[in-house]
């Protein structure tokens, strides 16, 4: 092997090199802020399922508006949110997203829905221009995201749904389950989707001997109060609310929308680095490998040339043993010969 072929190879190894430094702390980054991500889905969990529960009594004495709550039987103006991230480097992660996504809107588009597309993230914007789909609104999707980013979103689809430009709010994003467990799934914002079968039962009919009165703070201008007209402090019971459930409900379905949002945007958030962790825990070990085979041609080519280098000055020497072999021979006779001639 000439030397320039192992300078290249040298060159190659210590580039090789630098690009697993750079992976193995892109893996080391992203565990980091997939457990402060895990620590932030937990603390926002409870105002969801405070708001889920809340709808649950107002909408169960049968008195919720049909267009808040429910699931539209024949939509025809749909909202679509897409969420993914700013970054790459993260495996299939915001592939699978939006491959999702434009299935979805395929899919509606041929059964006559027409779609408004809002995305949180940048790689959303670059892939649905590519396939001359509009984006209405777009958004970027922080490491962090907060609620005030998620209120940002939310407004720009409740306000078409209050007014009655929009009869569907469909979210496309990553459910996590557990470090292990990652899905994409279609969810629906607005309406409000009906609670499972398990959570209505928890909710026992109405019921004369008690009543609560229940007040939702700041809805009032009053600090919010709980009267319970039970000795032990149970939900069960009759129901009355301040405002009325109309009232009620015109209030608290763009909340839950908010919270419903930023539940997606953390987790999806902690989606995105657990696929990045394992995206350049993979890198990694393909750069350890690649370093291993790189290193083995190198010592076989050395090894060949120095084979050869051998080879050649070995036959070196052998050429000049027989060029000197024949200048030591015994020199002819000439005056003998031209004698015997």
Not at 46 to 72: C, F, K, N, Q, W
Not at 174 to 196: D, E, H, K, N
């Amino acid at each position: 092997m000439a030397g320039g072929q192992e300078r290249i190879l040298r060159t190659r190894i210590r580039s090789v090199e630098s690009t697993k430094k750079i992976t193995r702390a892109m893996e080391l980054i992203a565990a980091s802020r997939m457990s402060r991500a895990q620590a932030r889905i937990a603390g926002a969990r409870p105002y969801l399922h405070g708001m889920e529960r809340v709808l649950l009594d107002v909408a169960s004495d049968g008195t919720a508006p049909e267009r808040l709550i429910g699931v539209p039987e024949s939509p025809a103006r749909v909202a679509l949110v897409a969420i993914v991230s700013d970054r790459g480097l993260c495996g299939g992660y915001n592939a699978f997203v939006l491959r999702t996504a434009e299935r979805l809107m395929a899919t509606g588009e041929s059964a006559g829905r027409s779609y408004t597309l809002t995305t949180a993230g940048k790689k959303a914007v670059g892939y649905f221009r590519f396939r001359d789909r509009e984006i209405a609104h777009r958004f970027p999707m922080p490491d962090a995201p907060s609620y005030e980013h998620a209120r940002e979103i939310a407004a720009t689809v409740v306000a078409g749904f209050v007014s009655g430009e929009l009869d569907l709010v469909q979210l496309v994003s990553t459910r996590f389950v557990s470090a292990g467990i990652q899905t994409v799934t279609t969810r629906q914002i607005l309406p409000v989707p009906p609670l499972p079968a398990d959570a209505r039962a928890a909710v026992p009919p109405p019921r004369k001997d008690t009543q609560t009165v229940q007040r939702v703070d700041g809805l009032d201008g009053a600090p919010g109060a709980s009267i319970d007209g039970d000795a032990g402090g149970s939900r069960g019971g009759y129901f009355e609310f301040e405002p009325p459930p109309e009232d009620l409900l015109a209030l608290l379905v763009p909340r839950y929308a908010e919270a419903a949002l930023y539940a997606a945007l953390l987790e999806a958030s902690a989606s995105e680095q657990i696929a990045r962790q394992r995206a350049m825990s993979a890198a990694t070990e393909n750069a350890e490998e690649l370093i291993k085979n790189l290193r083995r041609i190198m010592n076989r080519a050395r090894q060949d040339t120095i084979t050869s280098e051998i080879m050649e000055i070995v036959g070196g020497a052998e050429a000049l043993r027989q060029s000197s072999g024949r200048e030591t021979a015994k020199p002819l006779d000439y005056e003998a010969e031209e004698l015997s001639v």
